[in-house]
């Protein structure tokens, strides 16, 4: 028990945030707004981190955007708006749907519908060919009468 | 028959799709700027932070605006390359001094030369921000009428000019 304690502080210490930075807010909301739009934000740099959770240098200054642009009063989607006209959808973790994306959203999906379909035409021909096997009542008395008789013997 | 054809047809398109992927560049990101008009700035100008640069100077004619600084190590690779272009062409290169030193900056254009028309200073990369600038160097060429046409991610090389920065410039200018 208090091995996997210990192993998971380990993993909680592991992911802990980059932001270091103090910041002072007005409530709380305004606080929750600053934070769930930094973990949704890319890091360009870094591409597989979150402006939250990287220490380069733009990600740095997109916070102190983010923070900013909350003090001026701008809600979440505006300040999504402003970071998307700059740097295109690829600045968000959660890319929108488009025609464009379109493929990243129902691909994965289409991928388990086609993996069903393959599934229940596999087990169907399995199960015809299991049916195929099956002996007729004639048959299925001699083999009983045979096995009876090994058993005699 | 089809046991294995099947398989082997998914392998095949699996590995055209991987290949694909292997010659894509995930650090060239397409700019959203393009064919938009380039926003606007008004920064002072790095050898005299008296006097204010900003896009609208240069209406009416066809410039390239490029991010640069003296901590960035490729732009030291592309430094050349710029020299060579400003001085075999009349182009108008203004350089974006992103979040850098100024003494440091002018002691790096003393030291490489100087290609730029005018640098400005965005100490604090807002203007950096404004223009999505995420690696620097980089490159933007703006038209006639201060739309973005173009942008280049990374080190420009002598065949980028050649091949695609003079020809689209060319190319601007003779656009109305």
């Known amino acids: ?70 003090q001026q009063g701008k809600n ?21 749907l488009k025609s464009k994306t379109l493929i990243l959203w129902i691909g994965p999906v289409v991928f388990v519908v086609i993996g069903l379909l393959v599934l229940l035409l596999m087990s169907r021909r399995k199960n015809q060919a299991d049916k195929k096997d099956k002996l007729s009542e004639q048959d299925e008395k001699r083999l009983r009468a045979l096995l009876e008789e090994g058993e005699d013997s | 028959m089809l046991k294995y054809i099947v398989p082997l047809f998914l392998f095949a398109v699996l590995a055209v799709f991987l290949a694909i992927g292997l010659k894509l560049n995930p650090r060239d990101i397409p700019s959203p700027l393009i064919d938009k008009p380039a926003p606007h700035f008004s920064l002072p100008v790095l050898t005299e932070p008296s006097r204010k640069f900003s896009p609208e100077d240069l209406q009416g004619q066809v410039w390239m605006l490029n991010v640069w600084a003296s901590w960035c190590v490729s732009c030291r690779s592309e430094h050349p390359v710029l020299n060579d272009f400003a001085r075999k062409n009349p182009v108008i290169i203004v350089g974006l001094n992103y979040k850098d030193e100024p003494e440091a900056a002018k002691q790096w254009l003393a030291q490489l030369g100087n290609p730029y028309q005018v640098s400005v200073m965005d100490l604090e990369g807002r203007t950096g921000i404004d223009y999505g600038v995420y690696g620097v160097p980089e490159t933007f060429v703006i038209d006639k009428k201060g739309i973005v046409r173009y942008k280049f991610t990374g080190p420009v090389s002598m065949k980028d000019v050649e091949q695609t920065l003079l020809p689209l410039i060319n190319k601007l200018r003779a656009e109305s």
Do not use: W
């Open chain 1, 1 to 70: 028990m208090k091995t996997f304690v210990f192993t998971l502080f380990l993993t909680f210490s592991i992911c802990g945030h980059a932001a270091v930075e103090y910041r002072k807010f007005d409530n709380a909301k305004q606080e929750q707004a600053y934070h769930s739009l930094i973990s949704e934000l890319r890091c360009l740099v870094c591409q597989n981190q979150t402006i939250a959770d990287s220490n380069a240098e733009l990600a740095k200054d997109l916070r102190r955007q983010v923070y900013e642009m909350l």
């Open chain 1, 76 to 96: 979440q989607q505006q300040i999504v708006d402003y970071m998307t006209q700059r740097y295109g959808d690829f600045v968000l973790y959660r890319p929108p």
